[in-house]
């Protein structure tokens, strides 16, 4: 029996309701683009008061396109090279806390993390059978260690940040 002759499926397939579906398929896109455009429309606005908070920055990059989340993740750099460590290490702490969290979400490969934070401070990288494990340590900006897997053939991937060097409360 040809497919479009089962009872269950011709509902769907008449000329009618496919022309509706495609009108209202076409009408939700055009809802979505809203008055701003099309490229408008995927990419979420950045408010002034997120220019100067690098964790918010990084949420928003897991939300645009490619593009954009490298201008995003320059902008972070900038913001933390501008940071004095030494006149608020309470904010900094807590910075490096909540970057820490956002960090494995926003970045994912390596070349990624040191558009973020820059060349590390020293690195260590352990073989296991078919894969690694690399670390990447920072102390400036933040005091951060990254952790990255990959198995052999692929592109590293960071796992985890962690917090170092700071006292916890």
Known sequence: MHPFRRPGLA???????????VIVWWVA???????????????APVAAKDEEEPVRLLE??????????KRI????????????????????????????KVLPEAVRSPAQLA????????TSRQILYRRYVEQWR????LPLCAVFAALRGQEPRLQSVHVVGLEKK
Request: net charge positive; charged share 25%.
């Open 11 to 21: 509902r769907y397939f008449h000329t009618g309701s496919a022309v509706l579906v």
């Open 29 to 43: 896109q055009g809802s979505a683009e809203g008055a701003r455009g099309p490229r408008a429309a995927h990419q």
């Open 60 to 69: 928003l990059a897991r939300a645009v396109d490619t593009r954009e989340a």
């Open 73 to 100: 993740r320059a902008r972070v750099h900038t913001i933390l090279q501008e940071r004095n460590p030494v006149a608020e290490p309470e904010k900094l702490a807590d910075l490096a806390q909540r970057m820490a």
């Open 115 to 122: 558009e973020v934070l820059g060349p590390p401070r020293n």
């Open 138 to 141: 920072y102390e400036t900006p």
